[in-house]
Each structure stands twice: as structure tokens, then as C-alpha cells.
């Protein structure tokens, strides 16, 4: 009590912001969300009008009246029945033959069909704490095949990611709760770090500036010793190699130093058309 | 003597995996080893991390590597380089027979299969499948270690989690 008083009297946590760092604290997001669980599309199209499962098989229901197909289909059947639509539309997306039900592949697009029904019920009623829970344990489970399967098969993991449009993340290091001085210290990190590569960027420009007046310095000097040695008959110490290396650099040079310019007069001009 | 000693140690090849790393022009590499408690007698497993020189790219996220130590350190970092892969990431091949495996089946056998029952044109074929690596960054993100959330930028980074 008496400590919550205090702290609200005097401020300790505003005091020492030395650095400008402004820190937002990322939403909540339900762990069934798609964006959480990975799911990059919705459910498949499959329209209410579309017979039920084992209705469809029957030789009757062919040449039957449309008030008697409209009984029959998905719509009046109930949703339980749509929702088996839904997974089959993605087992045969991924199925090897007929009768395969076991087979990691169909496991998990037959997983990933329950997850997005259960996660459109779960948009429509967000309080159904037990259908919560059902999609965690559902999407957990489909994680850990997928991390198996990338273990054992890798070549059919990224197949089978492109075909059930999944993303797959793997576990970080750890789960914990999010404080604000981590966050704030990992910023301060990112912010220190930032003006670091700035520094360095700047003297790497200006020590590359000096190079150019350098090498043309040291070029009218090699040619004058070696004009100098050939005149009072010395031993010549500078070759024509020498010469002929310190002039490509200079070359170089100057290519480079015309590309730096051009961008500089881009960014110019992009920042008055913007004024 | 405990120079030449050094040297030759330097020679040895070490067995490791390779594990996700942010570093971008060099391969980290995790050297599973065990170390004695001589208080309990009793050894316990201790990891030991490399990064390896790998210039032309060679090792992928949990591949089974070969690495050596450089005759001189490249950087602060990079002590070692990757001399060969030894077992590429999920896709195993039987060591007496030859033939590849997935889990704990011939592919050959799980085909034969396929076609015994009717294999239908949703099978994932082998043959056609592109080399690993053509969903990295775009739907398998584990080539990099993920971690949490912890603040709103600009670009959405797809490592945070």
C-alpha cells in the first residue's frame, strides 16, 4: 500500500531516459489466431449446397427432385458435415492412394482442416474457453508432426508446406513472459549498434575520398623518380608494372567516386521533389 | 613438445551439427561433448559452438558436418571451416544397402505401395521434388533462431514469434 503510494508520488521510472527510445509493447494476440498458428489461407471453397458425405455416393439421389437434394446437402445436414468437407477437400490435396489415413502427410492436412473450422467458430464465439483449448492442443500437435517430418523427410515437408499453405517457425530458445526493461535493453542495443555502423560508415567515405588525390599524388611521383634514374643513368628501382598497377587503382577510383556521386545527386533531387 | 602437441590437436576433424544462426558468412556448428564429474563418476553431455568458414555455402541447417580448425583465426569468430557434410539433413540414405529412407521405410517399398493400392496424382513424387531449400523465408522459417516479440517495427519480421 504504502509502497504504491509512494511510487505514484514519485515517478522513478521516467528519470533516467537519457536516449530517445520509444517502446510499444506488441498486442495480445490469441494463440488460435491464423497469424499465430500459421495458417495462410482460409477454409477451401466448398458451397452449402453440396451433397453430405456418403449422400452423394447414392445412385437415388442422381435423378432425385432438387427439394429432396437441398435436404440432403451440407446446409441441412448440419455443420459437423461441412466440416468433414473441409478436411477431405485438404486430405485429397496431399493423399497417396484411396485408402491412406495414416500416413504423416494426411495426418496433417486432415489436422490443419479441424484447426481452420475450429478457428472460424472460434471467431464467432471467443469465449468458448473449451474450444480454445482444443484448437491449442490441435495446433501443437500438428507442430510437432511437422518437426518430425522435417527430420525425417525434408524434401516432403516443403512440399507439404506449399500445399496446405502453412508456415512453419520453429520453437524459440525460450518461452517467457515479455518485460519492458528486456525489450528496453535489446532497443538500446539495436540504437547503440545503429550509431556505431553509422560512425564507421562516414570514415570509411572519408578516408575513400582521400584516396583519389593520394594516388594521383603518388603517380606524378613514381613517374618522376623513375624519369629522374633514367636521365642521371641510376639503377631503376620503379617499374613500369608499378606504375601501370597504381594507375588501374586510380581508374577504379574514379569509377567508383562517379557511382557515389550520381546516388548522392538521386537522393538530392528525390528529397526536393518530395519538398 | 606441448607445441607440436597443440598442432596436431589443431589437425583434428570434429563431428558437429549445423544449428541456426543469425551470422550470414559463416556456418555455426554445435559439437555435442561429454565431460567427467568427478564428484558423481559420471559423464554429462556439454556443447561446444564453431563458427566455420563456409564461403561457397555448402552445409544447411542441421546437417551433420566435418569441421577443422584454420592455421589462423579468420575473424574473432570464425575459428574453424567446414571441410565436408557428412549427413545431409532429412534425407537419409541406409548405409548397407544404399537406398534412400524416410523414417523407418524404403521410399522404394512406400511407393511399390502406393501403386499396389492405386497411387492418385496428389503423391508426392521424389523424382520431380526441387532440391531442399525452396521455401526457405517464404513458409519454413528455421534457418534462423526465432525468439519473442518485443517491440512494434516498421517491417514485420517473421522471426518473431
Redesign the interface.
Known amino acids: 500500500m504504502l509502497r504504491h503510494f509512494i511510487s505514484t508520488l514519485i515517478q522513478t521510472r521516467g528519470i533516467k531516459h537519457t536516449v530517445n527510445i520509444k517502446?510499444?509493447r506488441?498486442p495480445y494476440v490469441p494463440s488460435y489466431k491464423p497469424e499465430?498458428s500459421g495458417d495462410?489461407e482460409g477454409l477451401p471453397p466448398v458451397p452449402e449446397t453440396t451433397l453430405g458425405r456418403y449422400h452423394a455416393l447414392s445412385d437415388e439421389i442422381k435423378d432425385a427432385s432438387e427439394s429432396v437434394k437441398k435436404i440432403f446437402s451440407v446446409a441441412y445436414l448440419g455443420k459437423k458435415e461441412h466440416h468433414i468437407l473441409f478436411k477431405q477437400e485438404l486430405v485429397?490435396?496431399?493423399?497417396?492412394?484411396?485408402?491412406?489415413e495414416t500416413t504423416a502427410?494426411t495426418k496433417i492436412a486432415s489436422i490443419t482442416g479441424s484447426i481452420r473450422c475450429l478457428q472460424e467458430m472460434m471467431e464467432k464465439f471467443p469465449r468458448n474457453v473449451k474450444m480454445k483449448q482444443v484448437v491449442q492442443e490441435l495446433i501443437d500437435k500438428r507442430k510437432k508432426l511437422l518437426k518430425f517430418l522435417?527430420?525425417?523427410?525434408?524434401?516432403?515437408?516443403?512440399?507439404?508446406?506449399?500445399q496446405l499453405?502453412?508456415?512453419?517457425?520453429?520453437?524459440?530458445?525460450t518461452?517467457?513472459k515479455?518485460s519492458r526493461k528486456?525489450?528496453l535493453r535489446?532497443?538500446t542495443e539495436m540504437y547503440c549498434e545503429d550509431i556505431r555502423n553509422k560512425k564507421l560508415a562516414e570514415y570509411k567515405n572519408l578516408l575513400e575520398s582521400q584516396q583519389g588525390p593520394f594516388l594521383k599524388q603518388k603517380l606524378e611521383n613514381l613517374k618522376f623518380i623513375r624519369s629522374e634514374q633514367m636521365d642521371l643513368k641510376l639503377p631503376i628501382t620503379v617499374s613500369e608494372q608499378v606504375i601501370k598497377t597504381v594507375e588501374k587503382q586510380l581508374e577504379e577510383w574514379v569509377i567508383k567516386d562517379k557511382i557515389k556521386e550520381d546516388a548522392k545527386k538521386k537522393r538530392k533531387n528525390i528529397i526536393l521533389d518530395l519538398d | 613438445m606441448a607445441k607440436s602437441l597443440a598442432e596436431t590437436a589443431k589437425k583434428f576433424l570434429l563431428l558437429g551439427q549445423c544449428v541456426p544462426s543469425v551470422k550470414q558468412n559463416a556456418a555455426k556448428i554445435r559439437v555435442k561433448k561429454l565431460e567427467l564429474d568427478e564428484n558423481l563418476l559420471m559423464y554429462f553431455r556439454k556443447d561446444e559452438y564453431y563458427y566455420c568458414h563456409d564461403p561457397e555455402k555448402i552445409c544447411q541447417t542441421g546437417d551433420i558436418v566435418l569441421i577443422q580448425a584454420l592455421p589462423q583465426k579468420l575473424t574473432k569468430l570464425i575459428t574453424h571451416e567446414v571441410k565436408e557434410v557428412v549427413y545431409p539433413f532429412g534425407d537419409i540414405t541406409d548405409p548397407i544397402t544404399g537406398k534412400k529412407v524416410a523414417k523407418e521405410r524404403y521410399r522404394e517399398d512406400m511407393d511399390r505401395q502406393a501403386e499396389l493400392f492405386g497411387k492418385l496424382q496428389s503423391t508426392f513424387d521424389y523424382n520431380k521434388a526441387p532440391p531442399r531449400g525452396w521455401q526457405e523465408g517464404k513458409k519454413d522459417f528455421s534457418s534462423k533462431p526465432t525468439y519473442t516479440k518485443f517491440h512494434i517495427f516498421d517491417d514485420n519480421d517473421p522471426y518473431a514469434i
Open positions: 517502446w510499444v506488441p499465430k495462410l485429397n490435396r496431399v493423399k497417396r492412394h484411396k485408402y491412406d502427410e522435417r527430420q525425417y523427410d525434408y524434401k516432403k515437408f516443403e512440399w507439404l508446406l506449399e499453405n502453412i508456415e512453419y517457425k520453429s520453437h524459440p530458445e518461452y517467457h515479455l528486456e525489450s535489446k532497443l
